[in-house]
């Protein structure tokens, strides 16, 4: 099979990873405006919405890893799902960043940038 294009493996990771960080994130912390649900049903509904996170993921990983090593695919997915989670809080639970939290993401993005700089 032929990739759509030649950058394929280089772009498939990110869109992937970032409709795949998408739905781990609405899995993870989506069911936090629904208090009164009970744990039992928010449990089986994340791990239901997880599931479209896997069938994404890992194809990003077996794709990307034709031109990415592990490591870098990793970072890529930690970074995502910082610039992700940090939408996701903003806009739908409406929790605001601090300075502190830019901060450490900042943080993490450079170390983020050291392990790309090779």
Do not use: D
Not at 18 to 36: Q, R
Not at 39 to 68: D, K, T
Request: glycine content about 6%.
């Amino acid at each position: 099979m032929h990739p759509p294009f030649p950058l394929w493996p280089w772009v498939a990771p990110v869109v992937l990873l970032t409709f795949s960080n998408l739905f781990m994130t609405i899995a993870w912390y989506g069911h936090l405006k629904f208090k009164s649900t009970a744990l039992a049903i928010v449990i089986v509904a994340s791990w239901a919405i997880a599931f479209f996170e896997y069938c994404l993921a890992v194809p990003a990983n077996r794709i990307g890893h034709q031109v990415y090593s592990a490591a870098e695919l990793k970072t890529m997915q930690e970074v995502i799902t910082l610039i992700v989670f940090a939408g996701f809080s903003a806009f739908y639970l409406k929790e605001p960043l601090g300075w502190n939290h830019l901060a450490g993401f900042a943080l993490i993005a450079g170390g983020a940038a050291i392990i790309f700089r090779a």
